[in-house]
Antibody, heavy 121, light 106 residues
Framework: DVQLVESGGGLVQPGGSLKLSCSAS????????MHWVRQAPGKGLEYVSG????????NYGDSVRGRVTISRDNSKNSVSIFIIRLRSDDTGLYYC??????????????WGQGTLVSVSS | EIVLTQSPATLSLSPGDRATLSCRAS??????LAWFQQKPGQAPRLVIY???HRATGIPARFSGSGSGTDFTLTISSLEPEDFAVYFC????????FGQGTRLEIK
């Protein structure tokens, strides 16, 4: 079975930075793009970032472009995002999502349970 | 950025009813449109991908249609477990989501 386990969430002060990680198992990790999607409390879904299976291509949502860097380590079956200059509207549950192919523009097929980020002073 | 507008915001129906949910894109997304179901406290679940293809394990009462800018998710006869929030998503670069339709029991 596909398993995606996020980690790294917590309380961060505005202006700070944070690294979120996702550990994957149950599939051939390097064959699939990986994505991050977030959800503010009680709100809708927002695409954050994606990376192709071979790490050659990346994609960013408009609201985070320039503040987020996505990376992956296919030898460790993990994907991470590093977010800088955190703002209160970055607060939310961050989901790790597996795509349905190696390309970053594929479908969002399998979701983890999320890690919670709270930006507050 | 492509904006997706879902309607209605809330849909109140009874088990056994037919549900029709709409998603409109601000510009053409071809058939790069998916639907997700989210229940309270759970991660979203892929229901329909590429406009009309049911995801693995999704019952046949769910169907999707449309292309370009106008899309529809239809649930032919609602079961109690279908009441949830539904989001549409387009995967052109970069991807965006609709604001969601809450399907509630009448």
């Amino acid at each position: 079975d596909v398993q995606l386990v996020e980690s790294g969430g917590g309380l961060v002060q505005p202006g700070g930075s944070l690294k979120l990680s996702c550990s994957a198992s149950g599939f051939t990790f390097r064959s699939y793009a990986m994505h991050w999607v977030r959800q503010a409390p009680g709100k809708g879904l927002e695409y954050v970032s994606g990376i192709s299976g071979n790490a050659a291509s990346t994609n960013y949502g408009d609201s985070v472009r320039g503040r987020v860097t996505i990376s992956r380590d296919n030898s460790k079956n993990s994907v991470s995002i590093f977010i800088i200059r955190l703002r209160s509207d970055d607060t939310g549950l961050y989901y790790c999502v597996r795509g349905d192919s190696g390309t970053y523009y594929g479908n969002l097929q399998q979701w983890g349970q999320g890690t919670l980020v709270s930006v507050s002073s | 950025e492509i904006v997706l507008t879902q309607s209605p915001a809330t849909l109140s129906l009874s088990p056994g009813d037919r549900a029709t949910l709409s998603c409109r894109a601000s510009q053409s997304v071809g058939d790069y449109l998916a639907w997700f179901q989210q229940k309270p406290g759970q991660a979203p679940r892929l229901v329909i991908y590429d406009a009309s293809h049911r995801a693995t394990g999704i019952p046949a009462r769910f169907s999707g249609s449309g292309s370009g800018t106008d899309f529809t998710l239809t649930i032919s006869s609602l079961e109690p477990e279908d009441f949830a929030v539904y989001f549409c998503h387009q995967r052109k670069n970069p991807g965006t989501f609709g604001q969601g339709t809450r399907l509630e029991i009448k």
